[in-house]
Antibody
Framework: EVQLVESGGGLVQPGGSLRLSCATSGFTFSDYDMHWVRQAAGKGLEWVSRIDTAGDTYYSGSVKGRFTISRENAKNSLYLQMNSLGAEDTAIYYC???????????WGQGTTVTVSS | SYELSQPPSVSVSPGQTARIPCSGDKLGYEYAFWYQQKAGQSPVLVIYEDNRRPSGIPERFSGSSSGNTAILTISGTQPMDEADYYCQAWDGTSQVVFGGGTKLTVL
């Protein structure tokens, strides 16, 4: 069974940092591009970042320069390093697998990040 | 930046057909993808490449695209279809864009 399991969320003060992880199983992780998508409470989905199989990275304008996406194929894991966090980053963060036809065909259950003093 | 526009809400009676539009300048040459998100759950892909249905998605879900508008159609809508629906596309490069989402109410 294909699974994505996020972890690392929590409460962090404004200006702080947090590292999210996404553990994957049930497929050959190194063969797939991966995404982070977030959702603030009561709001819509917002694309955050993407990393392709070559390790090339892409970011939304709202996080570029503050967040860093990475992957460790040997551990079948995806990461999101988040720095200079603000209240606007408070959200559920989902990792998602990009299929060969460029949709997001598998999603994790999400991990909650709260930025507050 | 590129945007996809969806109506905030759509209402439909059980058994009727629901249509949820998504408009964006690049939908004429970029595929639309659709996700269903029920309350408290993660999104689920229901349509890919404008009109293709993943395995396990009921046949009552279909998609179409013409010009700059993609449409998700749910035929014979059931109470279990009540959810938020999001369209998604690529901006022509390597950026992903989601529509604002449409809350489907079945009443």
């Amino acid at each position: 069974e294909v699974q994505l399991v996020e972890s690392g969320g929590g409460l962090v003060q404004p200006g702080g940092s947090l590292r999210l992880s996404c553990a994957t199983s049930g497929f050959t992780f190194s063969d797939y591009d991966m995404h982070w998508v977030r959702q603030a409470a009561g709001k819509g989905l917002e694309w955050v970042s993407r990393i392709d199989t070559a390790g090339d990275t892409y970011y939304s304008g709202s996080v570029k320069g503050r967040f860093t996406i990475s992957r460790e194929n040997a551990k079948n894991s995806l990461y999101l390093q988040m720095n200079s966090l603000g209240a606007e980053d408070t959200a559920i963060y989902y990792c998602a697998r990009e299929s060969t036809v460029r949709d997001m065909d598998v999603w994790g259950q999400g991990t909650t990040v709260t930025v507050s003093s | 930046s590129y945007e996809l526009s969806q109506p905030p809400s759509v209402s439909v009676s059980p058994g009727q057909t629901a249509r949820i539009p998504c408009s964006g300048d690049k939908l004429g040459y970029e595929y639309a993808f659709w996700y269903q998100q029920k309350a408290g759950q993660s999104p689920v892909l229901v349509i890919y490449e404008d009109n293709r249905r993943p395995s396990g998605i009921p046949e009552r879900f279909s998609g179409s695209s013409s010009g700059n508008t993609a449409i998700l159609t749910i035929s014979g809508t059931q109470p279990m279809d009540e959810a938020d629906y999001y369209c998604q596309a690529w901006d022509g490069t390597s950026q992903v864009v989601f529509g604002g989402g449409t809350k489907l109410t079945v009443l």
